[in-house]
């Protein structure tokens, strides 16, 4: 590639209307050098794909493959975007160190055998790995691992089966992994969450209508409204095949403590989580709790944060798609321009909670 090439990559990076333009003009040139996802569809692809072009509203761009996948997106089936090569070392190690962790079957793989493997020391390749993928190579080999039982289980394939295919030498070993990416016990996933009870209660709150939720486990919901009946709703169509139950008793020092945080007694909430996520998903939830109270993060802060500066758009999916507000504070996060960008719950009540935070800090 030339240097004239590499650097309006580099340019693109900053400005995702030149990766678009790449995608647009189907910029073979490009190939290896970042894809872009879809989330209508939940397929990444190679810029120079010859499928038909999405709208831009629904296109995240990711600087490798294995970033796409995760975020939940699976390759295209038509331009085999894995198949490309990257030029940059950097990223070309971190590649190949996925390549060997997928090709390991889910058997367990050392960080000194990996680093043996690609003729690098241990401390090099977990701080190269970490800077292009945002996540340590055991991070990637455990979400890869649930991954694979996952699609396995959606397949038809039987829970056991599928423990021993994706690497799980136990059942102990699955549920551990389960409890912080399946959000339920791999059995309860298997069925579609059926089975699973689900406690909630409503009250009465400074933004109107709060329903909080929850599993034995801890909260799986938190909801604004202005309607008992559609914030009800709302949580049925979240957890179609699990026994909803209306039950304060289980919930009253969760409802409390959040109503607290928005009467501004109280300005962290520290609420035990059971909710389901992808490995995408929880570096950008994770990174919005790190977010000071009474202090705002643009989208772009956060995608650069976790080390996926042209994640964008994936990022503000992140945050429309956070399962507990306030505990996971997305509404922290705005635009680039300082414009409130959206919010699940109501616009207005994201600049209530915005002025609520910075007069308390005041």
Known sequence: MSAVMKKQLELWSADQEGLWQAVLAKDARCDGQFVFAVSSTGIYCRPSCPSRRPRRDRVSF????????????????????????????????ARDVCRLIEANEGEPITLSALSERLGVSSF????????????????????YRVNKFKQDVRRGEAITSAMYDAGFGSSSRLYESAA????????????????????????????????????????C??????????????????FPAAQIRHDEK????????????????????????????????RQVWEQLRAIPYGQTHSYSDVARAIGQQTAVRAVAHACATNPVALVIPCHRVIREDKTLGGYRWGLERKKKLLQAEREAVE
Do not use: W
């Not at 600087?63 to 070392?89: I, M, W, Y």
């Not at 090099?124 to 979400?143: C, N, W």
């Not at 909801?223 to 914030?231: E, I, K």
């Not at 962290?268 to 992808?278: E, G, K, Q, S, V």
């Open 180 to 219: 912080a990416q399946l959000g339920m016990t791999p059995a309860t996933y298997g069925k579609g969450g059926r089975g699973m009870t689900i406690n909630y209660a409503v009250a009465e709150s400074p933004l109107g209508r709060l329903l909080v939720a929850a599993t034995n486990k801890g909260v």
């Open 62 to 93: 990711f600087q490798l493959p294995e970033n796409a996948e995760q975020a939940g997106f699976r390759a295209c089936l038509r331009c085999h975007p894995k198949e490309t090569s990257s030029v940059d070392p950097q990223t070309q190690m």
């Open 250 to 281: 289980p919930l009253q020092s969760s409802l409390k403590s959040i109503v607290d945080y928005l009467k501004n007694k109280t300005p962290h909430l520290d609420l035990p989580l059971d909710i389901r996520a992808t490995a995408f998903q």
């Open 124 to 143: 090099h390749l977990q701080r190269t790995f970490k800077s292009v993928m945002g996540i340590s190579p055991r991070d990637y080999a455990e979400t």
């Open 221 to 238: 919901s938190v909801m604004l409204g202005d309607s008992d009946a559609t914030l009800k709703a709302d949580l049925s169509r979240e």
